[in-house]
């Protein structure tokens, strides 16, 4: 296991982050995620440190509060101590049901803060995520939030979720303005099926510093390769909650290319998919999530992976996005200066 520095921190956070929104669901939407329960959960947060994994990452809004309870719970079950994991959570969802039990407003944020750390059992969140963008509440309001639990020791760093790169780039210019917390990092979604995040988004979290983590890296378990063309699964997430979209057109011929490359390294075409994603320079952490504890141990099995430059080139050749404006103008028009940009030593 691998660290990295989350965003323009000295942070240190393992390559994969343990993700939890399996723990605790039962009917719904989380139901059809994950049901795991107490005794599974300890099994699935030992498995993972012993590995090397010391991030692990949750949200209020999953299970209704109940994947955060899990957590915590599980941690003093094993009992790790506080300083060994960096614990993040996010708020955003509806937690109740009035209108003001929601969003990214300053009043939402600091009574959620407060929940979560009860049911974490803990007395400060190391990353704490604004889970989306809040189209009501002005960012400033959401930052000048997030900076008072800063200073109050509550919350020690701030990354943002699902922001587009104009509403990144917006923070972090109000942020470095006015003095308030650094955005640190932006968990999205990013794979080999979906690369849309290379448009603008990419670039701009390069420019800026800013560290991604990546969620659902097999997108939603299509990845596994168990749902591709000529298969017959009929079980898990993918099969009855389609999420995140992926075109199966594209999907397939990804796979078909993931299918040679794992046979010649001798693994599972999810670590492939894993593997990819830990090699892109942009990324600082994959979020992992999983029912069973083999599903678990065969993700952390990626991190021994290496894609050679061919592999690499494969996947990207089937992979690629489709050439759109401004991109191909931008880099049409770049080449004027090509010559004169500094070389890499």
């Known amino acids: 296991m691998r660290y990295r520095t989350l965003g323009p921190s000295g942070l240190l956070v393992s390559e994969l982050c343990l993700g939890t929104m399996t723990f605790g669901g039962s009917d719904g939407m989380w139901g059809q995620i994950g049901q795991l329960r107490q005794d599974e959960a300890d099994t699935l947060v030992r498995t993972a440190l012993e590995a090397g994994i010391n991030f692990i990452d949750t949200a209020n809004v999953y299970a209704g509060?109940?994947?955060?309870?899990?957590?915590?719970?599980?941690?003093?079950?094993?009992?790790?101590?506080?300083?060994?994991?960096?614990?993040?959570?996010?708020?955003?969802?509806?937690?109740?049901?009035?209108?003001?039990?929601?969003?990214?407003?300053r009043a939402h944020i600091l009574a959620q803060a407060k929940a979560s750390l009860g049911r974490l059992q803990m007395d400060h969140i190391d990353l704490y995520q604004i889970h989306?963008?809040?189209?009501?509440?002005?960012?400033?309001e959401t930052l000048e939030a997030l900076d008072t639990l800063v200073r109050q020791g509550h919350v020690r760093y701030i990354g943002l979720s699902n922001?587009?790169?104009?509403?990144?780039?917006?923070?972090?210019?109000?942020?470095?303005?006015?003095?308030?917390?650094?955005?640190?990092?932006?968990?999205?979604?990013?794979?080999?099926?979906?690369?849309?995040?290379?448009?603008?988004?990419?670039?701009?979290?390069?420019?800026?510093?800013?560290?991604?983590?990546?969620?659902?890296?097999?997108?939603?378990?299509?990845?596994?390769?168990?749902?591709?063309?000529?298969?017959?699964?009929?079980?898990?997430?993918?099969?009855?909650?389609?999420?995140?979209?992926?075109?199966?057109?594209?999907?397939?011929?990804?796979?078909?290319?993931?299918?040679?490359?794992a046979a010649s390294r001798g693994c599972s075409v999810a670590q492939v998919a894993l593997a990819w994603l830990l090699h892109q320079p942009v990324v600082t952490s994959v979020i992992v999530g999983a029912k069973r504890i083999d599903q678990l141990q065969d993700n952390i099995r990626a991190?021994?992976?290496?894609?050679?430059?061919?592999?690499?080139?494969?996947?990207?050749?089937?992979?690629?996005?489709?050439?759109?404006?401004?991109?191909?103008?931008?880099?049409?028009?770049?080449e004027y200066r090509a010559a004169f940009r500094p070389q890499k030593a």
């Open 65 to 105: 509060g109940e994947s955060e309870r899990i957590l915590g719970q599980s941690i003093r079950n094993l009992g790790i101590a506080r300083d060994d994991v960096v614990i993040a959570t996010k708020v955003l969802g509806p937690m109740g049901e009035g209108p003001n039990a929601r969003g990214a407003s």
């Open 163 to 261: 922001w587009a790169a104009w509403q990144i780039v917006k923070a972090v210019g109000i942020a470095e303005a006015r003095k308030l917390a650094p955005i640190l990092s932006l968990q999205a979604y990013y794979t080999l099926v979906g690369r849309d995040l290379e448009r603008e988004i990419v670039p701009m979290l390069q420019a800026e510093g800013i560290g991604l983590m990546v969620w659902s890296p097999l997108a939603g378990g299509y990845l596994s390769g168990k749902y591709s063309a000529g298969s017959k699964a009929n079980d898990g997430r993918r099969a009855s909650f389609n999420f995140p979209p992926v075109d199966l057109e594209r999907g397939d011929a990804a796979i078909a290319v993931m299918r040679e490359i």
């Open 303 to 334: 991190t021994e992976v290496m894609l050679s430059a061919e592999d690499l080139a494969a996947l990207d050749a089937v992979t690629k996005l489709p050439a759109e404006y401004p991109g191909w103008m931008l880099e049409r028009q770049s």
């Open 132 to 140: 989306g963008f809040d189209p009501l509440t002005p960012i400033t």
